[in-house]
């Protein structure tokens, strides 16, 4: 199974138990309140949007991913969204090590 359909599944995992929260305004809410580990970011999401979680991901020091298209987000967590974070250390950390990587900016 290739990396991104692993990644995608981890995301539909994390739903289901209960550590991904998903939508702008509860993200920024949990970046803000420090339970926010990993933020994902839709590429066809707004440019404003992007920008405006960029900067409270580099703020707040939360890593930061733009990897996948709102369909598939959305398909992966089975509601219509392009924004969401992980609440558990450990599936950003599973999240990261699929991408390859330990930061993402």
């Known amino acids: ?36 580990k990993l933020v994902i970011v839709a590429t066809d ?5 992007k920008e405006k ?8 020091k939360v890593p930061f991913d733009s990897s996948f298209t709102s369909d598939e987000i959305s398909i992966a967590i089975g509601k219509s969204r392009s924004i969401c974070a992980f609440t558990e250390k450990g599936f950003a950390d599973s999240y990261l090590k699929l991408k390859g990587t330990n930061n993402m900016r």
């Not at 739903?15 to 509860?26: D, F, H, M, V």
């Not at 979680?53 to 707040?60: D, S, V």
């Open 1 to 36: 199974m290739e990396q991104s359909k692993k990644q995608l599944n981890l995301l539909g995992i994390a739903t289901r138990a209960r550590k991904l929260i998903s939508g702008e305004e509860l993200t920024i809410k949990a970046i803000q309140r420090h339970e926010a």
């Open 53 to 60: 979680l960029l900067n409270k991901c580099t703020y707040y």
């Open 45 to 49: 999401c707004s440019d404003n949007t």
